[in-house]
């Protein structure tokens, strides 16, 4: 036990009558400001979800002309998918543009991930639709202009991976509670 816990502090242990530090154990090692690093990170890009929700929904004026917003009848598909057509999916991607069920999808899509990333909960869940949105928008800009595979896309579905498999919610969100609510304790999926 002594030995033990001189791993986890990164103390010395006794070997052939002298003393021989030991490293310390990862669990030693990491800073304890870790899972503020990682809820921070789940809320900014929580917030990058729902902007483009809330942008889209109503035309904001960035990203979504003020007169194209959803609610005016506007397409939250249509500019980027029909701005794919010359790429290699092209033909694929822009047959989508502007269809009522790809527009719901992607809509409902933003605002569930960008709420699970917020609150905290679903972060499985979050990660993979979100993963699964992320590759998809990847795959529509191929090739790349920049840069021969990787893209801010790739980035993204790999951060919301690390933000699940690091229970990200559980720090600044409500991630630990929703954990133990019955209906997570029966799907754990739902984490």
Same mark, same amino acid.
């Given at each position: 036990?002594?030995?033990?816990?001189?791993?986890?502090?990164?103390?010395?242990?006794?070997?052939?009558?002298?003393?021989?530090?030991? @490293?310390?154990?990862?669990?030693?090692?990491?800073?304890?400001?870790?899972?503020?690093?990682?809820?921070?990170?789940?809320?900014?890009?929580?917030?990058?979800?729902?902007?483009?929700?809330?942008?889209?929904? +109503? &035309?904001?004026?960035?990203?979504?002309?003020?007169?194209?917003?959803?609610?005016?009848?506007?397409?939250?598909?249509?500019?980027?998918?029909?701005?794919?057509?010359?790429?290699?999916?092209?033909?694929?991607?822009?047959?989508?543009?502007?269809?009522?069920?790809?527009?719901?999808?992607?809509?409902?899509?933003?605002?569930?991930?960008?709420?699970?990333?917020?609150?905290?909960?679903?972060?499985? +869940?979050?990660? /993979? !639709?979100? &993963?699964?949105?992320?590759?998809?928008?990847?795959?529509?800009?191929?090739?790349?202009?920049?840069?021969?595979?990787?893209?801010?896309?790739?980035?993204?579905?790999?951060?919301?991976?690390?933000?699940?498999?690091?229970?990200?919610?559980?720090?600044?969100?409500?991630?630990?509670?929703?954990?133990? !609510?019955?209906? /997570?304790?029966?799907? @754990?999926?739902?984490?």
């Amino acid at each position: 036990m002594a030995i033990a816990e001189g791993r986890a502090e990164g103390r010395s242990k006794p070997v052939e009558g002298r003393q021989v530090p030991v @490293p310390p154990t990862p669990e030693a090692v990491t800073p304890k400001g870790l899972p503020y690093i990682w809820a921070v990170v789940r809320i900014a890009l929580g917030w990058i979800f729902l902007w483009a929700f809330v942008d889209k929904l +109503i &035309g904001l004026g960035f990203a979504t002309p003020a007169d194209r917003g959803w609610l005016d009848g506007g397409s939250p598909t249509t500019g980027f998918l029909k701005g794919t057509a010359e790429n290699a999916l092209g033909g694929f991607f822009s047959g989508l543009a502007g269809q009522a069920w790809v527009d719901w999808l992607f809509m409902l899509g933003l605002l569930g991930i960008g709420g699970a990333l917020i609150l905290g909960a679903g972060l499985r +869940i979050a990660a /993979v !639709t979100g &993963g699964l949105l992320m590759v998809l928008m990847w795959a529509a800009e191929l090739p790349l202009a920049n840069n021969p595979f990787m893209d801010d896309h790739i980035i993204y579905a790999l951060v919301l991976a690390g933000l699940a498999v690091a229970n990200a919610g559980d720090t600044l969100g409500i991630g630990r509670w929703w954990a133990s !609510t019955e209906l /997570v304790q029966r799907f @754990p999926f739902l984490r």
